[in-house]
């Protein structure tokens, strides 16, 4: 083993330690990705709703159209429990608090307004005494909720046997509850509280409390404090660690026993939203009374009475990331117990997730470190697959919860930082080699060449290409007044601002030749739409020499303006490595790199700065062109159409530049026919164009002298430039 490979291997097996550690101490972030996970499990295979004797009174719109705003009377309330329980219902379980005296009472109303008798309101109905008159006996259970103030609990309905160490300090602690009105206290069948995930900041809730605890008493919650009910059950068996206090496994609620989590929470298992699942309340208190088929769906079922009205804010988010009302969730956890479907995370999860942590990260440390990282990669990928599916698998087959990303990420990290370290210490030979031979070749080049051992060999391939040609204009004079270090200056700072427009726009940089830049579009790789992005490429090179010169970053002093001149043509050309077998360039030849060329040589007798070719006009949408007329180019048999780009397509649908649309049209007809209105028309022209850029006044200068360029204009060519 080398020094490089100990320093590895030591600095490789600290950060191990570190995410063990870290893990051990299960961080929130790490907490919210487990939870995220385990939704996704839910989300690809959600729980099956099947028909179960569990239904949901919904306080809906509908309802509280019918019957007034909430909350609403409790003789009404008193109705719905009679109307309920004489259905069949098992168990009737109000989502719904019941704290303070019941407003709309005849009693209360009355003693409220002024110079009544008092002895009048005593003789009057009260609805909270309707309302506790008509749950006793009955199989009816309230809902309590948590409070921050006080020190109210409210009594137990139920007993509380345990097997195994006293598992009372395990669930969340429970400081103070709302109190009942003492008359529906008395009454009622049973009481539960009502919090879906107390002190839980995730609005998403996963894991439901069935119990919680004062240090001394245990409070079951509204659902399983209903399940009880309904079997006429009269004690909890909480199951408790053997050999530990504190912990919960799980509990029996008459014939049906559930896990639960260390904490005494149920892993909620949801199945999607279901309108079977909800009765609405106005059907229950309909004038004529409730359907046959409510009342078939009533009979025997254990009916959870709450809201789904938007208004009453009493809406949760499922694992499903459904946005459902809260009373359904309660609706939800008794079917999953009547379903036997639950989902468990085991105690020694947490531990084995550790290990896993641990052991893997040492295996890949000593992978990478030793081995080829190919071979490395493999067993990261193998592991990433086995955590992954043993996860998964066990989720689908036995409804076990283990988290599969603390231990990929883990050992990705490990991975990323073992190779990094070889990268950086053990291949530097291998590096030095690489930077030897990024002196001679370009980074793109040797990237391609690393990708592509096929690329070595000389020779090119035929495809189209959108060829650019840049040229300062009067760069000898410009040389001519500067030194050659200033020269050298000069032209790096311009060409370096140009070229950076080509790179941007996917174009590929072929040369600088002296004062020139050659470019070119669709290799070697494809690039859709090259025309267009030549194009651009070419207005942005505009726009960045126009600030250069405003900004004298040339440092010539104001008034003296650099100038440019671009040619741009679409066309086939070979393109590849040319040059000998033990040196050569990847570059581009044929008649489109010189038509190009020669394009942009034309910009000096056009008097314009950016001119392309018919075939690179006609793959453009949009952009503001305009006729240059057809130009004898050198070594080109026939002429070649051109035109000038005067913009985007901003500048294409303005106003001033269909202006000059149509006053360039009329004044290429006048050359064609040597009109004597062609000099009204070109001053026309000059100041038409003024309105949409200053760099067309040397076009219309210039244009009386070039009346032959306009002579060979195909049919419709006006049109196309202009669209």
């Known amino acids: 083993m080398t020094r490089a490979q100990q320093i590895g291997v030591v600095l490789g097996l600290a950060i ?74 098992s168990a009737i379980a109000f989502d719904v608090l019941f704290a303070e005296p019941d407003r709309l009472s005849p009693r209360n109303v009355v003693r409220d307004v002024a110079g009544v008798d008092p002895s009048l309101a005593e003789k009057l109905p009260d609805n909270d005494e309707i309302f506790a008159h008509s749950i006793a006996d009955k199989p009816v259970v309230l809902g309590f909720g948590l409070s921050n103030e006080g020190n109210y609990r409210p009594p137990v309905k139920a007993g509380f046997a345990f097997t195994g160490e006293s598992p009372v300090s395990a669930p969340p602690y429970l400081g103070a509850s709302t109190p009942l009105r003492p008359q529906l206290e008395a009454n009622a069948a049973g009481l539960g509280h009502i919090s879906l995930n107390p002190g839980n900041p995730s609005p998403v809730v996963r894991a439901v409390p069935l119990f919680l605890t004062d240090g001394e008493q245990l409070y079951p919650n509204l659902a399983i404090e209903a399940l009880r009910v309904a079997q006429g059950a009269s004690t909890y068996v909480l199951s408790g660690a053997p050999d530990r206090a504190g912990i919960m496994t799980s509990a029996k609620i008459g014939d049906f026993v559930v896990p639960l989590t260390a904490a005494g929470e149920l892993w909620l298992y949801v199945s999607p939203d279901r309108a079977e699942r909800y009765i609405s309340a106005g059907q229950v208190l309909a004038a004529e009374g409730a359907s046959p088929e409510v009342a078939a769906a009533i009979d025997g079922s254990i009916v959870f009475v709450g809201t789904s009205a938007a208004g009453l804010q009493d809406i949760r988010v499922t694992a499903l990331g459904e946005n459902v009302p809260g009373v359904s969730l309660h609706a939800q956890a008794v079917e999953q117990i009547l379903s036997g479907h639950f989902l468990s995370r085991p105690d020694w999860a947490d531990g084995l997730e550790i290990l896993l942590i641990a052991v893997l990260g040492c295996l890949l440390v000593v992978v990478t470190t030793f081995v080829s990282p190919a071979v490395a990669l493999i067993c990261g990928l193998l592991i990433t697959a086995m955590a992954l599916v043993a996860s998964w698998l066990s989720f689908l087959y036995a409804g076990l919860l283990f988290d599969p990303l603390a231990p990929i990420v883990s050992g990705s990290i490990i991975h990323f930082a073992a190779t990094s370290f070889r990268i950086l210490v053990i291949d530097r030979e291998r590096r030095a080699v690489r930077r030897a031979f990024g002196h001679y070749l370009s980074p793109s080049l040797l990237h391609r060449i690393e990708h592509t051992p096929d690329a070595l060999r000389l020779g090119g391939d035929d495809r189209e290409l959108t060829v650019m040609f840049v040229d300062v204009r009067n760069f000898t004079e410009i040389s001519e007044r500067l030194a050659p270090t200033d020269v ?64 004298d970053a040339f440092g010539f002093g104001p008034g003296q303006q650099v100038g440019i001149g671009i040619g741009i043509h679409t066309g086939l050309a070979c393109v590849g490595n040319m040059g000998a077998k033990t040196r050569f360039n990847y570059s581009a030849v044929g008649d489109a790199v010189n038509t190009a060329a ?30 240059a007329g057809a130009v004898p180019l050198k070594g080109k048999s026939n002429r070649t159409q051109i ?28 050359l064609l026919s040597h009109s004597k209105n062609t000099r009204k028309l070109i001053g026309t022209a000059k100041l038409r164009a003024a309105q949409v850029t200053d760099g067309l006044a040397e076009f219309y200068q210039r244009i009386s002298g070039r009346t032959d360029h306009f002579r060979e204009v195909p049919d419709g060519f006006e049109k196309s430039a202009a669209d």
């Open 16 to 89: 191990v330690t570190a995410l063990t550690i870290l893990r051990a101490s299960d961080p929130g972030i790490f907490k919210l990705i487990r939870g995220v996970t385990f939704d996704e499990y839910q989300r690809l295979v959600p729980r099956t709703f099947e028909p179960m004797p569990v239904r949901v009174i919904d306080i809906d719109e509908t309802s509280l159209r019918e019957f007034g705003q909430w909350p609403w009377p409790r003789d009404r309330m008193a109705l719905l429990v009679d109307r309920l329980s004489g259905m069949g219902a």
């Open 643 to 670: 035109l000038a780009v005067v913009g985007d397509e901003r500048v294409a649908v303005s106003a001033e530049f269909a202006a000059l649309i149509v006053v360039h049209q009329q004044l290429t007809g006048a």
């Open 488 to 551: 050298v200056a000069f032209l790096n700072t311009l060409l370096d601002a140009l070229s950076r427009h080509v790179v941007a726009n996917e174009g590929t940089l072929d040369k600088f030749i002296g004062d020139s830049i050659m470019a070119f579009w669709n290799a070697p790789v494809d690039v859709s739409d090259h025309g267009t992005k030549a194009v651009r490429a070419a207005l942005a090179m505009r726009e960045t020499l126009a600030e250069l010169n405003a900004g």
């Open 598 to 627: 020669r394009l942009e040589s034309c910009c000096k007798e056009v008097g314009f700065d950016i001119l392309i070719s018919d075939s690179t006009a006609r793959s453009l949408r949009g952009m503001a062109l305009i006729e």
